[in-house]
């Protein structure tokens, strides 16, 4: 059964650091792009990053870029989320997703083409 599980979530002040973390079970992440996504309160999910199987390439979200970066490690089936400088309007629900590779060496950003997802981890930021 494929399952992705994302951890690491929580509670930051802003200007805070987290690093959250995308296990897959099931599959090998290996063969597939992976996008992190987050959903606020009232707010449609909206991509943040994602990451191409061979990691050739790499994309962000206008309002994260500089401040939060993708990674893999294939060999432990797993993808990071780190995030610093946290502010309160990243305060949402994060989801990892996955998608077979189509074409190498890209990612998309849009959440229709994801066929995987987690469940979700809660990032608040809040003093």
């Known amino acids: 059964q494929l399952q992705l599980v994302e951890s690491g979530g929580g509670l930051v002040q802003p200007g805070g650091s987290l690093r959250l973390s995308c296990a897959a079970s099931g599959f090998t992440l290996v063969y597939y792009d992976i996008g992190w996504f987050r959903q606020a309160p009232g707010k449609e999910r909206e991509g943040v990053s994602c990451i191409s199987s061979s990691s050739s390439s790499t994309n962000y979200a206008d309002s994260v870029k500089g401040r939060f970066t993708i990674s893999r490690d294939n060999a432990k089936n797993t993808v990071y989320l780190q995030m610093n400088t946290l502010q309160p309007e990243d305060t949402a629900v994060y989801y990892c997703?996955?998608?077979?590779?189509?074409?190498?060496?890209?990612?998309?950003?849009?959440?229709?083409?994801?066929?995987?997802w987690g469940q979700g981890t809660q990032v608040t930021v809040s003093s």
């Open positions: 997703a996955a998608e077979p590779t189509v074409v190498q060496g890209m990612c998309a950003m849009e959440r229709a083409a994801y066929d995987y």
